[in-house]
C-alpha cells in the first residue's frame, strides 16, 4: 500500500493524540489550531473527523485555538483550512480508526476485516461487540506519529461529508456565549491606545493635565516612547481620555502619505524592485507589439468589520494569558514572547471570537497592546479595545494596484502574445513577515528593529500576494508578468481577502471582454475558445445556463449583463460568475449568478455562505470601497467617509456547485472576489457602452466614462 503524503499541518503536527482524544465517554475530543472567523470552519473539520471515526457530528467536542493544548498550525488564512487542516484530520482519523479495529479484533480473536463501526461502536456483522472507541481507550496508544498508511474512505461510502449541517457555533454565537468584546473578568482595566496617525510620527507633545480633565474620573496615563495609553476602571472615562488626547498630541516627523497616495499615477511614479515571468512561451512565440493595451487600478481597501478590535490580556506575575480574535494563535504567541522579552512557555493564547475577519485585520495589534499593558499591571485584566476611527487610521489596509495588460493579436484575432505589469505594495504584514512582530505598538515602543527598505511580498509559492492570479487562466502561447514591488509607500499595508486576485481578475476579465468586442464575437464564446480546462468551461457553461446568457440583450441601454471567471491562486477553487446590473447615476447589481468548482464539497450550505459572502464583498470593493488621505492621514473616521455595500443593496445571488465529490477539496474562501468584480465590471460596460477600468465603479467614473474622460 503506498503511504499518503500527508499535510503541512500533520508534518509539523505527526502526534495523533494532539489531534483526537477520547476522554470522556460518548464525546470525542477534536482538536485543531485553525480558529472560527465566522467561515463555518469548525463545522467543516468535525464533519471530516466524524466521516472518518463513524461516530455522529453532534459527539465531537471542538478545540480551537489555544496554545494549550492542540496541533500548532499556521494562520487561518489563504483558503487552506479544509484542504491542510482538514486533510490532516482525516488522515488522523483515519488512522486512529484502523488502529482501534486492529485492538478490538485481538480482543475479540477475529480479523480486523470482520469489523465495522456504528455510531462509534464496534460491530460484527450484525452483532454488537460491547466495545466502542471510549471502553478501548485505555488499550489504544494514540500518543505516536501518524503514519499516512491507513486508507480513508472513499467518497462514495460518506454518510456525513457531503451533507449540509448547522454551523456548530450557531447557538452559541446566538445564545449570548461571549464575544471577546463581551469578556469583563473582576477588577478589569479599560484601555485606549493612542495611534500614530502616519508611519513614524513622532509625539512631540501630549497635554496631559488636559486629558484628565476630559476624563472625569481617575485615569492612568502609560506614556513610552510615541506610544501613549490611558487605563481606568471606568471605561467612560478612558474613552474620553482617548478622545481628548486625540485633539491636544502633537505629532511631528515620520512620512504622512500624500493626498494624491490611492492614485494610480502616484503609484507608478514609485520605486520600485522589478522582476520578470514567464508563464508561457510556446515555441514560435514571440513578443510583439500590442493591438491592445489598457490599464486598470484599484484604491486602497479597509476590512470594515462590524465591530472594532479588541483584546484582553491578564498577567499573573509567571503566566501572561490573552484573549484575541488572532487568525494565529501560535504565532502571535511567539512574537508577543520575542518581543515582550517572555519566554514562549509563559505566554498563552486563547481564541475567543471577535469581529469578521477578511484578512491581516487589527486584532493582533490589539493582543499585543492588552498583553504590553497587562505586564505592567500583574493580576489585574487589561481589556483594549479599538474605536472606528483606529481601524481606519491605523489598521492594515489592501494595497492600492494598478495593472497594464498588453496583447498582440493573431489573426483570428486571438492573442498572441500576454504581457501583463502590476504595481503594488506588498500584500503581507501579518506578525513574523519579513522577521518582524508587525504590530503598532511595538514600532512606537521601539521594541522592533526599523522596518528594512526592501520588503519580501507573500512568496509566489502559497500563491502570492500582488501576483495572486496574475496568470490568466487561458491557452495564451506566450504569457509574461513583470511585477514591480513598490518601495517607500508611507502606509501600512497587508493582506485582505484575495490579495492581489481582486485587481488581477478585474482587469484580466476585462481585457478578455475588451478583446472579444474587438473580434465581434460573444464574450462567452470567445473565452471557451481560448480553455482547454475541462473544469474552467464547465463552470462558464453552467453560470451561463443559470444566467440566459443567450438572451443577453444587446447592452448599452443601461442594463447589463457581465461574464468573469477565474481559477483562486490559479490552483484552489473555480468559479465563473454573472452579473446583471442597472446603470444610471449609480451602479445597481440586481443579481449575480454563480457557479463553482471546489471539489469535494464537505458542507454545501457552509459552502456556498462563504462563496456568497465574498460576492457581497466583492461588489462591496468594487462599486464603493476606497480609503483616501488629506492632510498626511486617512480621511475617514466614520461610515460616512468610506461608505459600504448596504443590505438594501445585497443583490440575488445564485450559487451551483459542479465539482465532482471525487476530486479532491479545493480552497473556496476567497474564491469569488475576483470573478464577482470582473462579472460586474463587464456587466457595467455592457450597460453603458464604455468601460471604467478603475475601482471603485462610482457615480464620477461613470460620468467619465460616458463623456470619455478619466476620473480619479
Not at 462558464?540 to 440566459?548: G, K, L, N, R, S
Amino acid at each position: 500500500m503506498t503511504a499518503n503524503v500527508l499535510p503541512k499541518s500533520l508534518l509539523d503536527n505527526p502526534r495523533l493524540s494532539t489531534w483526537i482524544g477520547f476522554e470522556e465517554p460518548g464525546r470525542v475530543r477534536l482538536s485543531t489550531g485553525k480558529v472560527e472567523l465566522g467561515q463555518g470552519i469548525l463545522t467543516t473539520l468535525s464533519q471530516i473527523a466524524a466521516e472518518e471515526l463513524d461516530v455522529a457530528v453532534d459527539c465531537i467536542a471542538i478545540r480551537s485555538g489555544t496554545t494549550e493544548s492542540g496541533p500548532a498550525e499556521d494562520f487561518t488564512s489563504g483558503s487552506n483550512s479544509t484542504t491542510v487542516s482538514g486533510g490532516a484530520i482525516r488522515l488522523a482519523a483515519a488512522e486512529i480508526r484502523s488502529l482501534f479495529l486492529v485492538r478490538a479484533a485481538e480482543m475479540l480473536a477475529c480479523d480486523p476485516a470482520e469489523l465495522s463501526v456504528e455510531d462509534g461502536s464496534f460491530r460484527r456483522g450484525a452483532s454488537d461487540t460491547g466495545h466502542d472507541y471510549w471502553s478501548l481507550a485505555g488499550a489504544v496508544d494514540l500518543d505516536r506519529d501518524a503514519s499516512g498508511n491507513a486508507p480513508a474512505k472513499r467518497p462514495a461510502d460518506y454518510r456525513v461529508v457531503g451533507r449540509s449541517v448547522p454551523r456548530a457555533d450557531l447557538y452559541e454565537r446566538v445564545a449570548g456565549t461571549p464575544f471577546v468584546h463581551d469578556l469583563a473578568p473582576p477588577d478589569m482595566l479599560h484601555a485606549r491606545v493612542l495611534h500614530r496617525p502616519w508611519s513614524g510620527a513622532v509625539l512631540a507633545g501630549l497635554d496631559e493635565q488636559a486629558v484628565r480633565k476630559a476624563a472625569a474620573a481617575p485615569i492612568e496615563i502609560v506614556r513610552d516612547g510615541d506610544f501613549a495609553a490611558f487605563l481606568s476602571a471606568d471605561r467612560t472615562a478612558a474613552v474620553a481620555a482617548w478622545q481628548a488626547a486625540r485633539l491636544k498630541a502633537v505629532w511631528t516627523g515620520g512620512t504622512p502619505p500624500p493626498d494624491e497616495a490611492d492614485t494610480a499615477d502616484w503609484l507608478v511614479s514609485r520605486p520600485s524592485r522589478d522582476r520578470e515571468v514567464t508563464f508561457r512561451s510556446d515555441p514560435g512565440a514571440a513578443a510583439t507589439a500590442p493591438d491592445l493595451e489598457a490599464r486598470f487600478a484599484r484604491g486602497y481597501v479597509t476590512h470594515g468589520s462590524i465591530a472594532p478590535s479588541c483584546a484582553l490580556a491578564a498577567f499573573s506575575g509567571e503566566i501572561l494569558t490573552v484573549h484575541s480574535h488572532t487568525q494565529g494563535p501560535f504565532v502571535l504567541r511567539t512574537w508577543l514572547a520575542r518581543t515582550l522579552g517572555l519566554e514562549a512557555d509563559r505566554v498563552r493564547v486563547f481564541h475567543t471570537p471577535g469581529a469578521g475577519c477578511y484578512g491581516h485585520n487589527s486584532a493582533d495589534d490589539a493582543a499585543f497592546e492588552a498583553a504590553f499593558l497587562a505586564l505592567r499591571h500583574p493580576g489585574r485584566p487589561v481589556r483594549v479595545e479599538w474605536t472606528r476611527e483606529d481601524e481606519f487610521a491605523a489598521a492594515p489596509v489592501g494595497p492600492a494596484s494598478v495593472v497594464r495588460i498588453a496583447a498582440a493579436l493573431d489573426g483570428r484575432s486571438r492573442p498572441a502574445a500576454w504581457a501583463i505589469e502590476l504595481w503594488s505594495p506588498i500584500h503581507g504584514r501579518r506578525p513574523g513577515m519579513n522577521g518582524r512582530a508587525n504590530v503598532v505598538a511595538a514600532d512606537a515602543l521601539g521594541l522592533t528593529e526599523p522596518e528594512p527598505e526592501e520588503l519580501e511580498d507573500v512568496p509566489d509559492a502559497i500563491g502570492g500576494g500582488a501576483t495572486r492570479n496574475a496568470e490568466a487562466c487561458y491557452d495564451l502561447p506566450r504569457q509574461t508578468m513583470t511585477h514591480h514591488r513598490l518601495a517607500g509607500i508611507p502606509l501600512r499595508t497587508s493582506t485582505i481577502r484575495g490579495l492581489g486576485s481582486h485587481l488581477n481578475t478585474f482587469a484580466i476579465e476585462s481585457m478578455m471582454d475588451e478583446l472579444a468586442g474587438r473580434a465581434g464575437e460573444n464574450p462567452l464564446g470567445y473565452r471557451m475558445a481560448l480553455a482547454s480546462d475541462p473544469r474552467a468551461r464547465r463552470v462558464m457553461e453552467e453560470a451561463a445556463a443559470m444566467a440566459d446568457w443567450h438572451r443577453r440583450p444587446a447592452g448599452g441601454d443601461g442594463t447589463g449583463f457581465g461574464l468573469g471567471c477565474g481559477r483562486y491562486k490559479n490552483r484552489a477553487a473555480y468559479m465563473a460568475a454573472i452579473a446583471k446590473v442597472v446603470v444610471d447615476e449609480e451602479v445597481r447589481v440586481e443579481t449575480v449568478w454563480a457557479a463553482v468548482d471546489a471539489g469535494l464539497v464537505v458542507n454545501p450550505d457552509g459552502a456556498a455562505s462563504q462563496v456568497e459572502g465574498g460576492i457581497v464583498q466583492a461588489a462591496s470593493w468594487t462599486l464603493k470601497e476606497q480609503l483616501r488621505f488629506r492632510d498626511g492621514r486617512s480621511a475617514a473616521e466614520a461610515w460616512d467617509d468610506y461608505p459600504i455595500l448596504r443590505f438594501s443593496e445585497v443583490p440575488e445571488i445564485e450559487i451551483r456547485f459542479v465539482g465532482s465529490a471525487d476530486e479532491p477539496t479545493l480552497g473556496i474562501g476567497e474564491a469569488s472576489v475576483g470573478p464577482t468584480a470582473a462579472a460586474i465590471g463587464n456587466a457595467v460596460a455592457h450597460a453603458l457602452g464604455a468601460r471604467i477600468r478603475e475601482m471603485p465603479l462610482t457615480r464620477e467614473r461613470i460620468m467619465a466614462a460616458l463623456l470619455g474622460e478619466e476620473a480619479s
